[in-house]
Each structure stands twice: as C-alpha cells, then as structure tokens.
C-alpha cells in the first residue's frame, strides 16, 4: 500500500510518502516564508520525482484535519480534496496532534503534543504507546497550557511542540514527575509520521469522500470570536 499524507497544520509544510509493502519511505518538511499554497504542490511533485512514484501509482491519500492553524487547514484539505477527486481516491483525515506525537513512537512515556492556539492556549492531548500503536489517554482540546501540564504533571512525560516550547515555564513549574522538553527538530511535523498515521487509519476504517472532509478547529476563530463579540456587544440594550 502505496501511501502520501499532508499536514499543513502549522507553519511546517510536512509531506510524507510510505510504501507498507516493500518499506520505501521519504518526506519533505520545510519551515520557509512562503505559504502553503505556494510550496505544498511543489513539495508533493518534488517527494514524487525523487521516489520515481507517479500520483496514479498512490493507493491512500491522507491529510490533516488539525487543530492547528485555520488558513494552513483550509489550504492542505483543498489541495488535497482536488488530488483526491482527480484521481477516483478517497481521501484518509488525520489529528495533527496524533502525526506529531508519533515523532516519539514506541516510547514507554507519555506524549504530550502542543500546538500554539494563540491567545495563552494550545491544542494538546495525552497519548501513550503500546509498541507502535497510539492510544488517547486524555482528549485533544484547545485549553491553557497549565490545564494539560496539571493531567501529565504526575506521570514521566515527553513535551513537543511549538506550544511546548513556548510554554516551557509552565512545564517546568507544573511536573512532578521527570519530563522531556522536545528540541526544535523534533518538535515540528514530520511528513514520515503522517503518513504512519495514514497508514494505520486506513486499515482500521478506510478512506471518507473527499467532499465530506472539513477541518477539526477545536475552538472557533478569531475572526469568529471577534464577531460574536461585537454581536454581544451590540444586543445590550441601553439602561
């Protein structure tokens, strides 16, 4: 099974392609100024040529529904819905939170993904390993760093993250128990666990209509926040 996954959840454009069969894999991870429409097709073109594997030949297309960045999700899903539907695939979603914590795989602690949410929160969760296989040990959420750090403070911990970085005090203030403050390299997206990601997806529920995928925001956006705001503010009835 022939596999390429996007995550354009942050300002990491992560592409990923793995073969389950014969084991060839390959990524490109790029941390640039250019905006995701401008690089992801070129990214994927490029992982493609490199691997000598035409876009006809792939078997599951994945992409990232977030949480993450608004713009970056919109941008991935579009790309990859108009992938998906030019080549008769149903299209395989997966938690950015699930692709980044797999950058620790098959640790024996706790993994706690951060993602910068703006506005003092992140979007995190708790994940564990059981060989491979991830499981949820407390659900994904946009919240105040110190909320995730007072559920892992207790247990041996492995933070990664642009959030985690961010909020390293915070961290560090809260565990009790040992932790891991994840360097800058592998707390970014990873084009390769994507597609790991994709891969395991796939074969416990398939793929989903292209058409039917939307982003998983967690909260709403700013844009939103500041027009229920206005909306509050403009039905207060004057005393």
Do not use: W
Not at 25 to 45: F, K, W
């Amino acid at each position: 099974m022939r596999i390429l996954a996007v995550d354009t959840s942050t300002e990491v454009g992560a592409v990923g392609f793995l073969d389950t069969d014969s084991g060839a894999a390959g990524e490109t991870n790029l941390a640039v100024s250019q905006t995701h429409s401008q690089r992801l097709l070129s990214s994927i073109d490029h992982l493609l040529n490199m691997l000598a594997c035409g876009l006809s030949e792939i078997d599951v297309l994945g992409v990232s529904i977030g949480p993450g960045s608004f713009t970056g999700l919109r941008i991935g899903i579009s790309i990859m819905q108009g992938l998906a539907m030019a080549q008769d695939r149903m299209l395989t979603p997966f938690s950015s939170l699930e692709a980044l914590a797999n950058n620790y795989a098959g640790s024996p602690h706790l993994v706690c993904p951060m993602i910068d949410a703006r506005m003092g929160e992140v979007f995190t969760a708790l994940f564990s390993f059981d060989g491979d296989k991830l499981l949820l040990e407390a659900h994904e959420r946009a919240a105040p760093p110190d909320e995730i750090v007072r559920l892992a403070s207790e247990r041996e911990t492995i933070f990664l993250g642009d959030g985690a970085n961010l909020y390293a005090q915070t961290i560090t203030n809260g565990m009790r128990a040992k932790y891991i403050i994840a360097p800058s390299h592998l707390s970014q997206p990873r084009g390769i666990c994507a597609a790991r990601i994709v891969a395991q997806t796939a074969r416990e529920r398939g793929g989903v209509d292209p058409s039917k995928i939307r982003p998983k925001y967690l909260r709403k956006s700013n844009a939103e926040l500041t027009r229920d705001s206005n909306m509050d503010a403009g039905s207060i009835s004057p005393t």
